[in-house]
């Protein structure tokens, strides 16, 4: 016990005397936690006790030993070494010190059930498989030879090899019906193809349509639009038809030319930098490689607060340049760089490029990125401090975002196209101005820089929270006499042009009736232009801006260059501008975490250069989610047809990604649209009424004549407009990006009774058929849409009525076929034969799973149709009908998930009279 303690030291110390008990390093530290059993073997009591009967037996005389007597074996096995415990004087007593270490038994009730939180959640990105055709553009220069009969108006591929990849066999047409290659002509081609590194082959070959086509190929020329590299590829031979050649290509020899770079770095606090700088340049033959700015002639570092630097590059010719990019590598202490501006001066021509930027460029500066894309100016505006005066009324609207407002001193600078400017004007009165949502109008009076092109404005950085979101600037600038007289002359001798004209045409015209027409409308015009001719009043200019002049945030900028979206010339002040109603109609995408809390805004702009406000899309709905349709309706002024959109969202909230699908734009048409569209349509109709009654009759005419202005003209609704997306709108998702310009891909103008422009209507019936399965109906909103052979289609029909449809066993008022079926007769655009259709619901409702047996379209024949089938000699039809099997479910929660599905025709048959 010398080496080690025991429990008994502990528990039996009582037993010992006063006088007798051991000065020993006993402390109550040292046994704090029981002793490993495997170690310590004092918790075994055959150890530290021997058993009683071993005593017994060692006591007793041994009268009979036998050798096959197993039962006396433990008398005749002599006792284990006994070990006393000299603390404890029993086996019980040491067992009950020994208690005092052992375990708690383990408790009966229910375990405790520990929380374990759950994963964060992530956005998975989506995998895109990368197509064939990339982002690079190759332009193809096919110069056909000029000998007899060169030309050919068969069809041409061309495949192309280079050291990285291959653009595979692709045909060289253009949108003309009747292309072909002409002797000794150019033709241009516009490529999309992957990188295909340095060119080293391409194959030609010609497929013609007649036997004896051939064609003579002087060279083919590929320019990479990129890089701006040119290759060759000779061939002056003839290629026979559905002959191929293969042609090996020489880069072309580019002249050199130096371009004298000069770098102006501010005179601001920790201005300088010594970060490495690059410059890459894009003209309109292409961009540079990025270019390292060092001069390793002077000796001393570059890029000083304050200094001027200069460098040579000898690169070739760019062409006019378009813009830079301006970057460094964040390198070293305090690397942020305040960047004034950059000339580039070329020698062959000389011309001299301004990139002004008044910027710092850091990490810590707006949203952390170190380069900048500035765009080129050929010459900067002339600040005019003398001559005629004229009144701006200047309007600044200040952004509804958080933390909008500003207190600092604002300041505005007009340019005019002709190279004049004003000078920086301070806009202050005696209000509160430029707090987040205002509105505010400033009356200035500075000289006349002319029409506007663009304008300056920023802030002076001053006081906490300087930063300023702006959102828009208009300006009206009221026109002198000298110009508005200017105005009248130029527009009187436009139509001094035209009354020339329609007398030419008067004078050349046989007939006397169409000419009294001609007369009677021409001189009704006549009066309605010298009416409206009258010199103008002001000039308004609309600047959207929709960013931060803040150095913490966007790009780190307090002045910015607006460029005027839009400019419309006013006649009085009481003219107000035309407002139209457009219905956005937002598709958020189907996939996983596609929704979004933020606050989505979006800005139309129109073909004629005009764009709208920016506005917030927002109303009582819970907006934006996942695989939904959200509908708003907005009031604004007239853009005209509609060119591309913005839309985007202020990255808010937790999960702020928003996958977003498409947006379609339906402008309702205002009464003078209305008005000119029929004027359009009626003479249109006049037209073809007349070339068809030159091959009559003059009497035949005569009835036609007067028929034509029986003929019913069709009343426009809107004017739909799609934009395509398919991307996300995420910080952390694709590119990063949370706004994003949306050009229109399909425009297409809808009548009143849906149907659309060009297009011929006719009736159907829809037989839908519900299956006769537990739980088949549904109470959802149940549409259809019709596609035909030719890429036609109706815009998506809703099908029900006032009754309860789609339901099983139902019987509908409507004609039936079955106990389950319902009849519907719908009026909308001839597709000509039905292919396929989309038939979905909205998922609306309890159980709003819905089992489709069948649906069947019967479309009724049109009489130009029935005629065709007439003159084939064949019976005269009524209408077609086509059956689209189903048998599938329809629910968010069966089968394949899915509430929309795409039929195909599976039997079509005609029915007659």
């Known amino acids: 016990m010398a080496d080690r303690l025991e429990p008994c030291l502990q528990y039996g110390i009582k037993h010992w005397h006063p006088n007798d008990r051991p000065k020993s390093a006993y402390s109550a530290k040292s046994y704090a936690t029981p002793p490993d059993p495997k170690v310590v073997r004092w918790h075994d009591t055959n150890t530290m006790f021997a058993d009683s009967r071993i005593f017994d037996n060692v006591r007793r005389p041994v009268t009979d030993i036998s050798e096959d007597n197993e039962s006396d074996s433990l008398s005749m096995t002599p006792g284990p070494k006994t070990t006393f415990c000299y603390i404890c004087s029993t086996l019980e007593e040491h067992q009950r010190h020994l208690l005092q270490y052992r375990p708690k038994r383990p408790v009966s009730a229910k375990p405790r059930i520990e929380y374990v939180a759950p994963k964060p959640r992530l956005k998975k990105k989506i995998e895109e498989v990368e197509p064939n055709i990339g982002d690079c553009l190759y332009r193809v220069d096919i110069y056909t030879g000029d000998k007899v009969n060169a030309g050919t108006s068969g069809e041409v591929y061309i495949t192309m090899k280079g050291s990285r990849d291959v653009l595979y066999k692709t045909r060289l047409a253009k949108k003309t019906s009747n292309f072909s290659f002409m002797r000794n002509t150019k033709e241009s081609f516009f490529l999309k193809g992957p990188r295909l590194g340095n060119l080293e082959i391409i194959t030609i070959e010609h497929e013609g349509g007649k036997k004896n086509l051939r064609w003579y190929l002087d060279r083919v020329e590929i320019t990479d639009m990129k890089s701006g590299m040119i290759w060759v590829f000779k061939c002056q031979d003839w290629l026979d038809n559905s002959d191929s050649r293969d042609l090996i290509g020489k880069e072309k020899e580019q002249p050199i030319i130096d371009y004298d770079i000069t770098v102006y770095t501010g005179n601001k606090s920790f201005g300088g930098t010594d970060a490495n700088i690059s410059l890459t340049m894009y003209g309109a033959n292409g961009q540079s490689q990025k270019i390292l700015l060092v001069d390793s002639s002077k000796g001393q570092t570059c890029f000083e607060k304050g200094g001027v630097d200069r460098f040579r590059i000898p690169q070739r010719d760019l062409g006019e340049l378009k813009k830079i990019r301006i970057e460094h590598d964040g390198k070293g202490v305090a690397s942020g760089w305040h960047l004034e501006k950059i000339t580039i001066t070329t020698n062959a021509p000389k ?95 500075a000289p006349d820089v002319g029409t506007i092109s663009h304008i300056i404005v920023g802030h002076d950085n001053f006081g906490p929270g300087a930063g300023w979101f702006l959102d828009e600037v208009k300006i009206k600038r009221y026109i002198l006499k000298k110009e508005a007289n200017k105005y009248v002359k130029k527009e009187e001798k436009k139509r001094e042009k035209k009354e020339q004209a329609l007398r030419k045409s008067r004078e050349n015209s046989p007939d006397q009736k169409r000419k009294k027409r001609r007369d009677e409308d021409s ?190 003209i069709r009343t426009p609704d809107y004017e739909e407009f799609h934009f395509p997306c398919n991307k996300w709108l995420d910080s952390k998702e694709g590119d990063g990006e949370t706004e994003r310009t949306l050009k229109c891909k399909k425009k297409q103008l809808h009548y009143e009774g ?105 479309r009724y024949i049109q009489k130009n149709e029935a005629k065709e089938y007439v003159k084939r000699g064949r019976q005269k039809p009524l209408y077609e009908e086509s059956a689209f099997p189903c048998k599938r479910w329809l629910s968010s929660s069966d089968d394949d998930k899915k509430t929309e599905r795409q039929l195909k025709c599976e039997q079509r048959t005609l029915h007659f009279d």
């Not at 005019?384 to 207190?407: F, I």
């Not at 849409?785 to 066993?809: A, S, W």
């Not at 989309?838 to 609306?844: A, L, N, W």
Request: charged share 35%.
């Open 523 to 712: 001189e009704e015009e006549e009066e309605d232009n010298r009416r409206k001719l009258v010199p103008p009043l002001y000039e308004e200019c609309v600047f959207p801006c929709n960013e931060w002049l803040a150095n913490d945030e966007g790009d780190g900028l307090v002045e910015k260059e607006l460029k005027c979206a839009s400019s419309m010339l006013r006649f009085s002040k009481d003219e107000q501008e035309e407002k139209v109603h457009y219905t956005v109609i937002v598709h958020t995408g189907n996939v996983k975490f596609a929704g979004t809390d933020a606050d989505v805004f979006i800005q139309m702009f129109g073909e004629n250069g005009r764009c709208s406000r920016r506005t917030k899309l927002d109303d009582s709905k819970n907006n934006f989610e996942k695989g939904m349709e959200d509908i708003f309706e907005l009031d604004d002024i007239n853009l005209g047809t509609l060119s591309h959109i913005v839309i985007g969202h202020d990255d808010s909230g937790m999960g702020a990604g928003w996958f977003l699908d498409d947006v379609i734009i339906r402008k309702h048409l205002s009464q003078k649209e209305i008005k000119a569209h029929k004027q359009k349509e009626k003479k249109k109709i006049k037209d073809q009424m007349k070339a068809k009654g030159k091959q009559k009759k003059k009497k035949q005419e005569s009835d036609t004549e007067d028929e034509d202005d029986e003929v019913p």
């Open 754 to 858: 849906g149907v659309n422009q060009g297009e011929h209507s006719t009736m159907y019936q829809i037989i839908v058929t519900t299956g006769n399965k537990s739980f088949a109906g549904t109470d959802a909103n149940v549409y259809i849409q019709l596609h035909g052979r030719k890429g036609q289609e109706t815009p998506r029909l809703p099908l029900g009525d006032e009754k309860n449809n789609f339901e099983k066993g139902q019987i509908d008022v409507f004609k039936r076929l079955d106990v389950n079926a319902v009849i519907l007769t719908i009026e909308s655009v001839d597709v000509g034969p039905v292919s396929y259709v989309t038939i979905g619901h909205d998922d609306s409702g309890p159980g709003a799973g819905w089992y489709l047996d069948e649906v069947k379209v019967r």
């Open 351 to 445: 011309q001299i490029y301004y990139f002004l930027y008044g910027g710092f460029i850091g990490k810590d500066v707006g949203k952390g990125h170190l380069y900048r894309e500035i765009f080129a100016k050929k010459s900067l505006p002339k600040e005019v401090t003398t001559g005629p005066k004229t009144t701006y009324l200047v309007t600044v609207q200040t952004g509804d975002v958080k933390y909008a407002g500003t207190d600092a001193n604002v300041f505005i600078q007009i340019c005019g196209k002709d190279g004049k400017a004003t000078r920086k004007i301070k806009l202050d009165d005696a209000r509160n101005n430029f707090e987040r949502g205002a509105t505010e109008q400033f009356k200035l009076e």
